[in-house]
Nanobody, 124 residues
């Protein structure tokens, strides 16, 4: 069974940076499309960033483009999200997600494995 565990969330001032990590317990991690989503109470979970199983392609929501960078290390079964120039509107619970060879990279339904989430709070 695949498990995803996020870490790295916390409280940061606007303009600051955080780096989220996601550790995957699966031998075939290199075959998984991976993504980051976020959710605030009362709203739907929204796409943040995704990366192909090879790492050669990355995708970003317009709201984070140029500020966030997604990356993966297939040798270490880890996914990362470097978040710079954080804004209060980035405050949310961030989720790591994965699916074997998924091509629906920007949708919640494109993933079938989810982490438990990590809280990111950006103060004004």
């Amino acid at each position: 069974q695949v498990q995803l565990v996020e870490s790295g969330g916390g409280l940061v001032q606007a303009g600051g940076s955080l780096r989220l990590s996601c550790a995957a317990s699966v031998r075939t991690f290199s075959a998984y499309t991976m993504g980051w989503f976020r959710q605030v109470p009362g709203k739907e979970r929204e796409f943040v960033a995704a990366i192909s199983w090879t790492g050669s392609s990355t995708f970003y929501a317009d709201s984070v483009k140029g500020r966030f960078t997604i990356s993966r290390d297939n040798a270490k079964n880890t996914l990362s999200l470097q978040m710079n120039s954080l804004k209060p509107e980035d405050t949310a619970v961030y989720y790591c997600a994965g699916r074997l060879y998924s091509v629906a990279v920007t949708t919640v339904n494109g993933y079938n494995v989810w982490g438990q989430g990590t809280q990111v709070t950006v103060s004004a």
